[in-house]
């Protein structure tokens, strides 16, 4: 009797030891999962308005880490009727060209900030993600069309047109913040 009472002693014993590994390993598991959260999202979208295609950027400032390696994406599409030359530029707040990130990934392959790519129309997009990597207050700025150089973004902000009373005006600008 005292052998069967170990054996089967033995048996819950291992049951439980199992059940603690599984548990601690799916625990440090979902606990890694919680912190690779992966860019912070902001659209850029060019829409059709009028007659015209206008473009407009989320109006949602985004806040970033460099300790917890955040980064920033950017996801612009073109529902425009026209294919359309864009690039994403970046300034700090005294309004100098800035390159507060590191190497960006893409989808499609090769477009960045500061890079002329372009949009396909009715629905052309691309997806930009850059890591934080200087601290500091910055905005991103999207050109399409014209103002769009091959030579890439201008050292200062190009002024934006003034709208007249009672016109729509759309959000060009995305304020960032990078801390330590």
Known sequence: MARGF?????????RSASAVAIVVIVGSVSYDIAY??????????LFVHGTG???????????????KQDSLGWRV??????QRKAMVCVYDAKGQRATPFGACTS?????????????SANGGSAEIDCP?????????MMLIGEAV??????????KERVSGAGEETFNHRLPIEIVP
Do not use: W
């Open 6 to 14: 170990r054996t089967h002693a033995c048996k819950l014993l291992l």
């Open 36 to 45: 690779a959260k992966g860019p912070q999202k902001r659209n850029l979208k």
């Open 53 to 67: 295609c206008e473009h407009e950027v989320e109006a949602k400032a985004a806040k970033l880490e460099k300790a």
């Open 77 to 82: 599409k073109n529902d425009c009727g026209i």
């Open 107 to 119: 989808v499609p392959p090769g477009v960045g900030l500061g890079t002329p790519f372009t949009l």
């Open 132 to 140: 934080a990597q200087t601290g500091g207050s910055y905005f991103a």
């Open 149 to 158: 150089r091959s030579s890439g973004c201008p050292a200062s902000p190009p």
